[in-house]
Each structure stands twice: as C-alpha cells, then as structure tokens.
C-alpha cells in the first residue's frame, strides 16, 4: 500500500543549529512534493515545492532534498529559532491527475530550544 | 492578501444532526478540497472538487457529501453527524495544474467539530 512516512516523534534541536526533517514514500511516483508549517489551532502554511526533476531547492533559511531513488525528501532549517517551533508536515501528489488532492504525511513536530 | 475562510472557528452539534461547513475562497481558484484532522492520524482527504458542480471522493467520504455551486464556495456536509466526525476540519484551495504544474494548497484555519 501506499505509504507517507515522517518522524513520528518530536524533534528537539537547540537554538542555532540545524534541524534536519525526514520524509519517506512507498509506492508513489510523485511529480512533486511540498513542505507545509502547522502551529497549533491553525491551517497548514505553504513552505517550499520541489519537483521530481529537481535535487534541491532552498529559500532563506530553508533547504530541501528530493531523491527519488531513495523515495525520500530532506527538509533543512538552518540557524534554527525557537519561531521555527511547529509541526512540519511533507505532502505528494499521489494521484493520477495534478489536481487531486494532495496526501500528507502525519507531520513531525519541531521544538526548537533556547 | 489571499484567503480561504471557513465560517467556523468552533462548532458544537448534537448526535444525528444536520451539520454545514462552508468555506469560501477569494484567489479564483478551480480546485477546492476538505481534509479532517485527527491526533496520529494527520490530514485526511474527504472530497475534492476541480470545477463547479464536480465533486470527487477522498480517502474517506463516508458519512459526508459535498456541494460546489459556486467557484468560490465549497461546502461539507454531515447528513447525520456522529461523535466519531469530531474532529478538525480544513478547507483548501488551490489553482488548476496539469502534470507536474500543479501548484500549492491554501489552507483555511479550521473548523474544530465537536459532536456530543
């Protein structure tokens, strides 16, 4: 079955360094995955897009990877801040058509420390 | 600024009520979703919908129905409302993209259902 797989746990990293977010996919062949941010009550925000024919991607203080022989994406935050703190949550487009929908992962929650 | 707006921050129903979510969103956008929301389980896909009037099943529609009459209005409906639809609801949009053009999700802030 098909299957998004983030770190489940919470990340903590100290304030400065950088936090590293991993997503995993089986059985997809995604033409893009996207990076959101989710505070707590709120909907998820928009972060970055990188497609399947591009290995990385960046914008200020965020990086991200995309391997396809891996079936995996690399989210980086450098110089973290405890502003950073939020739930991260990676999505594909998983389906046969562009405008279907796209398929979260369960998110990884970030706790960036002073 | 772009938005999605759904009407609700907060909504409380009683079991086997008739319950609307609506969601409006003023970026012009064809393509409108509903996910819930629910701790260890993350964002699920209800139904989506690319035109007015089409609608498409999710991962899990059961229990719901949709209505897209207009282009900027897209609305959940609970036929029956029961506790295990208490959840978070998220309306998104987003623009109209073929192949790999297919661009992000503009999320709304939630409606928090609780059904007792």
């Known amino acids: 079955s098909q299957k998004i797989e983030q770190n489940s746990e919470a990340l903590n990293i100290q304030e400065g360094k950088t936090a590293t977010l991993t997503c995993n996919y089986t059985?997809?062949?995604?033409?893009?995955l996207q990076w959101y941010r989710q505070d707590p009550g709120r909907g998820p925000v928009f972060l970055l897009l990188?497609?399947?024919?591009?290995k990385e991607k960046r914008k200020e203080r965020l990086k991200v990877t995309f391997d396809t022989t891996l079936k995996q994406s690399l989210f980086h935050i450098t110089a973290s801040q405890p502003a950073d703190s939020a739930t991260y949550l990676c999505?594909?487009?998983?389906?046969?058509?562009?405008?279907?929908?796209?398929?979260f992962g369960k998110g990884t929650h970030l706790i960036i420390q002073p | 600024d772009v938005k999605v707006t759904q009407s609700s921050r907060y909504l409380v129903k009683r079991t086997g009520e008739k319950v609307f979510l609506e969601c409006v969103q003023d970026?012009?956008?064809?393509?409108m979703f509903w996910y819930r929301q629910d701790p260890g389980l993350g964002l699920r896909l209800i139904y989506f919908?690319?035109?007015?009037?089409m609608k498409e099943k999710g991962d899990i529609p059961e229990g719901y129905s949709v209505s897209r009459e207009k282009k900027e209005r897209f609305s959940l409906i609970l036929e029956s409302a029961s506790t295990n639809q208490t959840s978070m609801y998220l309306c998104?949009?987003?623009?109209w993209g073929t192949g790999d053009l297919n661009t992000e999700a503009f999320f709304g802030q939630g409606t928090r259902l609780t059904v007792v």
């Open positions: 998104a949009s987003s623009k």
């Open positions: 970026m012009d956008h064809e393509n």
């Open positions: 919908s690319y035109d007015v009037k």
């Open positions: 059985n997809y062949s995604p033409a893009y």
């Open positions: 990188i497609r399947e024919n591009e």
């Open positions: 999505a594909l487009d998983a389906r046969p058509r562009g405008a279907d929908g796209l398929t």
